[in-house]
């Protein structure tokens, strides 16, 4: 079977070292399985999942606001429940934490792509928007509450847009669309998809994986990632500039969390170790000293 029946994205695995799996299914729904468990596929429906109003603004992006989509991922990680304008974003702590298999495989970004560069919001928190040392065009200051208090947030809000994002207009190499903000791009730009943190039956999961609903962006080539290997080492090193962003985040909103125990792990990983996911983080351990496989 080289395609998925749902999605038509390429299988991966042979059933026998690895379960066979679609390339858009998330990881947690098969890196726990045995090799000969699948095949497993993704999501994919039909059916909209939007309004035509949000698809409309947005271009069909879940989650236009990118700030909203960066406190959910925190919060997976977050230690004590986060709220967000008044609503508990986390209302259960997860069981675990587990950094993924998937972490330890490199991401190339094919020339040309622009599938990130849709209409979201561009934001950044004071320090990070300082080091423009200018105003930018089309940004704004706007408040958010977190826990209680307020927080300054500076935005550029491009869902009102009818075209890409503002900011494609540098010329790359070869002639392509580049991101006219480099290399201070937004956090949710520059990790996605290298960091995608989820919620997955009660454990929460830093992962590298392509889009969940990938099937359903028009635009293509896309992301892919290859594995590491001894000419790619030191390894690791962006995965861990994005987590100290994350980390910078959720320490301006106040937010306690186990980010650095995870860039701590990563500080230690050498190419060799077994790739498997590891458990960095356990609600009745509080902290596990030595990270182990699963």
């Known amino acids: 079977?080289?395609?998925?029946p749902k999605c038509g994205g390429s299988m991966i695995g042979d059933g026998y070292t690895t379960v066979l799996h679609c390339e858009n299914a998330d990881e947690p729904t098969y890196e726990f399985l045995e090799p000969d468990a699948g095949p497993v596929y993704c999501d994919f429906k039909e059916e909209p999942t939007m309004s035509n109003e949000i698809i409309a603004n947005t271009g069909g992006v879940g989650h236009?606001?990118?700030?909203?989509?960066?406190?959910?991922?925190?919060?997976?990680?977050?230690?004590?429940?986060?709220?967000?304008?008044g609503k508990v974003l986390n209302p259960t702590l997860p069981s675990k934490i587990?950094?993924?298999?998937s972490m330890f495989r490199n991401f190339v970004c094919p020339e040309g792509c622009k599938a990130c560069c849709l209409r979201i919001t561009l934001d950044y928190t004071p320090e990070e928007y300082a080091k423009f040392n200018r105003s930018m065009d089309g940004f704004n200051?706007?408040?958010?509450?977190?826990?209680?208090?307020?927080?300054?947030?500076?935005?550029?809000?491009?869902?009102?847009?009818?075209?890409?994002c503002m900011y494609l207009n540098h010329t790359a190499r070869n002639g392509c669309p580049g991101c006219g903000l480099w290399p201070s791009v937004p956090l949710s730009c520059e990790s996605a998809p290298q960091i995608q943190i989820r919620m997955v039956r009660g454990n929460s999961y830093i992962l590298k994986c392509p889009f969940s609903r990938a099937w359903a962006f028009a635009l293509k080539p896309q992301c892919t990632f290859t594995a590491y290997t001894v000419t790619d080492a030191p390894i690791l090193v962006r995965e861990r500039q994005l987590l100290w962003r994350f980390n910078h985040?959720?320490?301006?909103?106040?937010?306690?969390?186990?980010?650095?125990?995870?860039?701590?792990?990563?500080?230690?990983?050498?190419?060799?170790?077994?790739i498997k996911p590891y458990v960095i983080w356990e609600k009745d351990h509080a902290a596990v000293k030595q990270p182990s496989f699963i």
């Not at 587990?98 to 298999?101: E, R």
């Not at 106040?254 to 860039?263: K, N, R, W």
């Open 1 to 4: 079977m080289d395609q998925c």
């Open 64 to 85: 236009p606001d990118s700030t909203g989509k960066l406190l959910h991922q925190i919060a997976c990680l977050a230690l004590e429940p986060v709220a967000l304008d």
């Open 98 to 101: 587990v950094i993924g298999a």
């Open 141 to 164: 200051e706007r408040k958010i509450n977190v826990n209680g208090k307020d927080f300054s947030i500076h935005t550029c809000d491009q869902r009102v847009r009818s075209a890409d």
């Open 249 to 274: 985040w959720a320490t301006y909103l106040g937010i306690p969390t186990v980010i650095p125990a995870a860039i701590k792990f990563l500080d230690s990983y050498q190419i060799g170790n077994p």
